[in-house]
């Protein structure tokens, strides 16, 4: 067929690539500690930085809704979209793990 790639010995690639072994479970390398202690301070991080954005973003909504301006709901859906994203990705992360 047009779709399979015959590799030198005749085999498809989805042959070769179905009996590729099995890895386990497996387990963390020394010193991966330190790795996921830098990962959960950036979540911490990311945490107080979106708090304080948000704080910014609510101050700068009041301050042009006082003007009859709405210039900052652009922002607020980028801050929303941010969050959302921040919030899912460490799920698919985990899910494709």
Do not use: Y
Not at 41 to 65: D, E, P
């Amino acid at each position: 067929m047009a779709h399979d790639v015959l590799i030198s010995n005749g085999e498809t690639l989805g042959g070769v690539l179905a009996a590729a072994p099995d890895p386990g479970d497996g387990t963390a390398p020394p010193g991966s500690e330190k790795i996921v202690t830098i990962l959960e301070w950036g979540k911490w991080i990311f945490t107080a930085a979106a708090v304080l954005g948000g704080l910014i973003i609510a101050g700068r909504m009041i301050l042009a809704h006082q003007r009859g301006d709405d210039a900052q709901m652009g922002k607020l859906g980028i801050f929303l979209a941010a969050c959302v994203l921040a919030g899912v990705i460490p799920n698919v992360i985990d899910a494709l793990a």
